[in-house]
Structures are given as structure tokens and as C-alpha cells.
């Protein structure tokens, strides 16, 4: 089993930034894709972001350009780094993990952990 714990989110006004962590523990793997997925209140969760085993990074078109997420294997830890915050941002973010190198890392069905989620509140 593997559990996922994220931390780093809060209220921030737009315009500022957040870095959202999310550690993992448990069964190790010799690859895997980790990404991060929101979702606001009344939507459905969608993706916003995906590293995967190679560092091939890959981001929602709503996002590219101010969020960057990132990876540390040795921690078996993802970052997602979230600058230029909008209103629209405001959502639970979940971490997700496959244990594999996933093609459809933008569907969530392709991930088989996810952590509790931490909500990011921006304030205009």
C-alpha cells in the first residue's frame, strides 16, 4: 500500500504563490508517474499537472506558465510550485500516483493512489 500526504496549501490573494508538497510512502516502485489534480467546488476534478519517470513534464493549458511541477525521487516526493495565483485556482489538490509510466496521465482513472487533498483558497 501506498499513502500520499499533501501539505503547502492556504488563503492567498492573487498574484501570489504557493508550493505544494506531497510525500509518499509505503511499497516502492521502479517507475512511476506522479501528478496533481483539482477540483473546484460543483466541478468535476481535473488534471493540472504530470511529471513522470523520465522528467518529461506536462501541464493543463489553464496553467502552463505559472505552475511547475517537479519531482524528487530519492524523497519519493512531487512539488507543484504555483505562481501568479488566480481566483479560478481555487480548489482541493490532490497528488496522485501510478505505478508506471502512464500515457494517459491526464485521465484521473490512470492513477491507483491519491493523497487526502489540501485546499487552495485564492482571494481576489
Known amino acids: 500500500q501506498v499513502q500520499l500526504v499533501e501539505s503547502g496549501g492556504g488563503l492567498v490573494q492573487a498574484g501570489d504563490s504557493l508550493r505544494l508538497s506531497c510525500a509518499a510512502s509505503g511499497r516502492t516502485f521502479s517507475i512511476y508517474t506522479m501528478a496533481w489534480f483539482r477540483q473546484a467546488p460543483g466541478k468535476e476534478r481535473e488534471f493540472v499537472a504530470a511529471?513522470?519517470?523520465?522528467?518529461?513534464?506536462y501541464y493543463a493549458n489553464s496553467v502552463k506558465g505559472r505552475f511547475t511541477v517537479s519531482r524528487d525521487n530519492a524523497k519519493f516526493t512531487v512539488y507543484l510550485q504555483m505562481n501568479s495565483l488566480k481566483p479560478e485556482d481555487t480548489a482541493v489538490y490532490y497528488c496522485?500516483?501510478?505505478?508506471?509510466?502512464?500515457?494517459?496521465?491526464?485521465?484521473?482513472?490512470?492513477?491507483?493512489?491519491w493523497g487526502q487533498g489540501t485546499q487552495v483558497t485564492v482571494s481576489s
Open positions: 511529471s513522470m519517470w523520465s522528467r518529461v513534464t
Open positions: 496522485a500516483l501510478a505505478g508506471y509510466s502512464s500515457g494517459e496521465y491526464y485521465l484521473d482513472t490512470a492513477y491507483d493512489y
